[in-house]
């Protein structure tokens, strides 16, 4: 992996998306059985339908902030991100397609080169599943 070069970012740079293909029951079960999260309103359509009073089943959040751990680790090497937090807005559903972005909020010298970064995880329809926010620090 190619790091970026903290002195060529600056604030309101965007780091390269991560576009996701559609949100799938298969992917849905494998992050079940890698989160330990079997909460049937995952998986269970029948579940999803006559106890959660939902049409179909959900997203794990947490995948769609796993998402966002990978837009930030396509970017940087894992033990560059000293700070990531996400904050859940919105439900993923089957079908959808998920984009990650992130954009540079703030930029620091001293010690350590640190980027403060938003990011967000949005539906096609633009729609915001998950805001959050990291730091990274840069050589």
């Known amino acids: 992996m190619s790091q970026p070069a903290f002195a060529e970012l600056n604030v309101g740079d965007e780091i390269p998306e991560l576009q996701l293909p559609p949100l799938t029951r298969h992917v849905l079960a494998l992050y079940c059985g890698a989160s330990g999260d079997h909460n049937p309103i ?14 179909d089943v959900i997203g794990h959040g947490t995948l769609t902030m796993a998402y966002l751990g990978r837009l930030l680790t ?20 089957v079908g959808d397609c998920i984009t990650c ?8 010298v ?18 915001c599943l998950a805001r959050g926010e990291a730091e990274v620090v840069l050589s």
């Open 110 to 127: 001293g010690r350590e080169h640190l980027l403060r970064l938003e990011l967000e995880a949005c539906r096609a329809d633009g729609v």
């Open 74 to 93: 396509n970017w940087v090497k894992q033990d560059c991100i000293r700070q990531f937090s996400t904050r859940f807005v919105a439900v993923s559903r």
């Open 42 to 55: 995952h998986v269970d359509i029948d579940f999803a339908r006559d106890v959660a009073g939902l049409d």
């Open 101 to 108: 972005k992130g954009r540079i909020t703030e930029k620091g």
